[in-house]
């Protein structure tokens, strides 16, 4: 029994395919300044990859007197205007990386815990058709660390977790997809990803290509291969 072939690659968003942290960290601090609280970089780093929902009970809890679905569509209004006014800040090497695997064939998720509306803005700005599914953080059953959204990108195209090849720059985000058994790339940036499973971490994605991502995949399914047949 052969080593399952790379069919897929799922992608997270904020962080991973755009810098979007520094306008989400950017509508933060107002908000809780609004209600007469402070917030510190720390704070905003400690959200990093965490569902929406999640976040904004810790804004409730540093004093926001608003409603979670308020609180989300408040800082979702902010990144987007930013995104519209600013266009789309992609990650170095993200844009030319998603567009290889595109012209190779190669299927394109995006796994994300911001709001669809968000997503898809994004995704409308991209200048080629980027994407074969978008699994939002109103579209997943859990959120991430749990592994839903992962399992229903693959459902939605087709293919298995052993198929495909994630991408993550959060430990959330990566124990997500590690957990629904995808071959996991870390490639960091505000925040650590020590000890949170990843199977590769790259320290950019810029002069990656197609080959190096199939080379991953292969070498990773091919060690697992190995550990079940001996």
């Given at each position: 029994m052969n080593a399952p072939r790379l069919a897929a690659v799922l992608w997270d968003m904020d962080g991973t395919l755009v810098d979007?942290?520094?306008y989400w960290m950017a509508a933060e601090t107002p908000l809780v300044e609004r209600f007469g609280g402070t917030w510190s970089h720390e704070q905003a780093l400690s959200l990093v990859g965490l569902a929406l929902e999640?976040?904004?009970r810790i804004f409730q809890a540093a004093g926001v007197r608003m409603?979670?679905?308020?609180?989300i569509d408040h800082l979702t209004d902010e990144v987007m205007h930013r995104l519209s006014t600013t266009g789309v800040p992609f990650r170095p090497g993200a844009r030319e990386l998603l567009a290889g695997l595109r012209a190779a064939g190669i299927k394109t998720g995006l796994v994300t815990m911001s709001m669809?509306?968000?997503a898809q803005s994004v995704v409308d700005l991209i200048d080629f058709d980027a994407f074969d599914v978008i699994v939002a953080g109103d579209d997943a059953t859990?959120?991430?660390?749990f592994p839903d959204p992962y399992l229903q990108a693959c459902e939605a195209?087709?293919?298995?977790?052993?198929?495909?090849v994630a991408i993550e720059d959060s430990p959330n985000g990566l124990r997500s997809a590690v957990a629904s058994g995808a071959s996991s790339i870390g490639v960091p940036l505000m925040v650590s990803l020590a000890g949170a499973g990843a199977h590769a971490v790259w320290p950019t994605l810029e002069g990656r290509t197609v080959e190096d991502v199939i080379a991953f995949h292969a070498a990773h399914r091919a060690g697992l291969h190995r550990e079940v047949v001996r």
């Open positions: 979007t942290e520094p999640d976040s904004a409603s979670v679905d308020d609180i669809r509306r968000m859990r959120p991430k660390p195209l087709g293919v298995t977790p052993e198929e495909t």
